[in-house]
């Protein structure tokens, strides 16, 4: 039992809330994330999986290093990381979109170099090649907001939920990019070792997922 006990690689956090409920409701055991406090792995007991409570672009790297064999991870880290693991269910909860913002005196036309702020600089960059703009392009962590409100940068990219963060700040969408919401991947490797629980897993979460 314990060689066939799948390790999945979940991303804290957003989509970690927002997929427990669809976990619930697909019948796999999640009691013990519900409960956690400080811990970072949790079983379920009477099935043969294990979770891994990681940041996103960690999970991605569980994953293409085999220390994880399924990830639950948004596609705007999928993206950034150019992760080249086998997508097998897109689980529609951690819906947001990529947004071009700003306060509301930048100009997106003037004819000069900006500076955008961002956590997803890859994705950052091939917006505005698509659009034949130079830009500098400076990675923020977090909070990515505070960029153009503190002058360090003349706009953001980032992802946006409810709209809730540009409201209170005062901020301005000027350009809508690509939607994102919660993918499950697996590594290939593991595919073909336990392709039996993968697929049972994969099965059950497919038969709960708005459609
Ligand atoms: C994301 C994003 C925005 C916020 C948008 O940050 O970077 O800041 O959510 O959500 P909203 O549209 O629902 O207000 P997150 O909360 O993941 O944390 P971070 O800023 O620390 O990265």
New binding site residues.
Partial sequence: MTENRIKIALTK??VEKQILPLLDKAGIDCEQIKQKKRRLIFDSPKQPYEFILAKGPDVTTFLERGAADIGIVGSDILTEHRSTQYELLDLKTGQ?QFVLASTKDFDPDEPRRKIIGT?YPNITKKYFDSLGQDVEIIKI?????LAPLTGLADAIV?????????RENNLKIYDYLDKVSTRLVVNRMSLKQHSKEIYTLVDKLEGVVTK
């Fill in positions: 956090g957003r947001c956590k962590e977090g909070s990515v907001e980032d992802i946006t939920e409810t709209g809730t963060t540009i």
